[in-house]
């Protein structure tokens, strides 16, 4: 946990928030996610709120252990690897853009009357974009052919629902993954070497992944 605080801190007000839902009566539950969500409604009234609230809240308290493991999975080796300072960039930097523009492709469908106007309230909370955009920035941290192998398999994780369903959820996702994998520059040093932090593995020279 030392090595990878931001990822257990988030982690940890996850939980928190988690059980504030699980304990809320009837409807305080359903008021207190949207009043967080990244809606159209609350960017407009509320945008810092908005943005920064939504990232941590789960809609389903119940998935709390699943998110927990992801976290373990992607955030924490994302961490420790590249510093908390650079992994905090990577997620923040995905969770702001990928919903911005997945609300803005919202805004454009209700003015063009192809959603209800229902859609500017509806509940837009939870850690996946951040979550994507860890899984592709981690692709840098595999050695071949592994790193093809993942990359392909995250690529047709996230892309597969935004093709079929086309959603702005599925669209979120695949920006998230899209900016963890335009992240590569900040996995390398000024020096040529790999960046700071607690490896998977014992380097076997300056500059391997």
């Given at each position: 946990?030392?090595?990878?605080?931001?990822?257990?801190?988030?982690?940890?007000?996850?939980?928190?928030?988690?059980?504030?839902?699980?304990?809320?009566?009837?409807?305080?539950?359903?008021?207190?996610?949207?009043?967080?969500?990244?809606?159209?409604?609350?960017?407009?009234?509320?945008?810092?709120?908005?943005?920064?609230?939504?990232?941590?809240?789960?809609?389903?308290?119940?998935?709390?252990?699943?998110?927990?493991?992801?976290?373990?999975?992607?955030?924490?080796?994302?961490?420790?690897?590249?510093?908390?300072?650079?992994?905090?960039?990577?997620?923040?930097?995905?969770?702001?853009?990928?919903?911005?523009?997945?609300?803005?492709?919202?805004?454009?469908?209700?003015?063009?009357?192809?959603?209800?106007?229902?859609?500017?309230?509806?509940?837009?909370?939870?850690?996946?974009?951040?979550?994507?955009?860890?899984?592709?920035?981690?692709?840098y941290r595999l050695r071949?052919?592994?790193?093809?192998?993942?990359?392909?398999?995250?690529?047709?994780?996230?892309?597969?629902?935004?093709?079929?369903?086309?959603?702005?959820?599925?669209?979120?996702?695949?920006?998230?993954?899209?900016i963890g994998l335009a992240?590569?520059?900040?996995?390398?040093?000024?020096?040529?070497?790999?960046?700071?932090?607690?490896?998977?593995?014992?380097?076997?020279?300056?500059?391997?992944?």
């Open positions: 946990m030392r090595s990878s605080p931001g990822t257990h801190l988030w982690l940890a007000v996850i939980a928190a928030t988690s059980l504030v839902l699980a304990l809320s009566p009837d409807g305080f539950d359903t008021y207190l996610l949207h009043r967080n969500s990244s809606n159209l409604h609350q960017l407009a009234h509320h945008p810092v709120r908005a943005l920064l609230g939504s990232a941590f809240w789960i809609q389903d308290p119940a998935a709390l252990l699943f998110y927990a493991v992801l976290f373990e999975l992607f955030h924490a080796p994302v961490e420790r690897w590249l510093g908390t300072p650079k992994w905090l960039f990577t997620v923040g930097t995905a969770h702001i853009v990928a919903t911005l523009v997945s609300q803005q492709v919202v805004l454009f469908a209700i003015t063009h009357h192809d959603v209800p106007r229902s859609m500017a309230h509806v509940v837009d909370i939870g850690v996946s974009y951040g979550l994507a955009a860890s899984a592709g920035v981690l692709t071949l052919p592994w790193r093809l192998l993942y990359l392909a398999g995250a690529v047709a994780f996230f892309l597969a629902p935004l093709l079929a369903d086309r959603t702005y959820t599925d669209l979120g996702h695949a920006l998230s993954l899209a992240c590569y520059p900040l996995t390398r040093h000024p020096d040529g070497g790999p960046p700071p932090g607690k490896p998977f593995a014992p380097e076997r020279r300056p500059g391997a992944h």
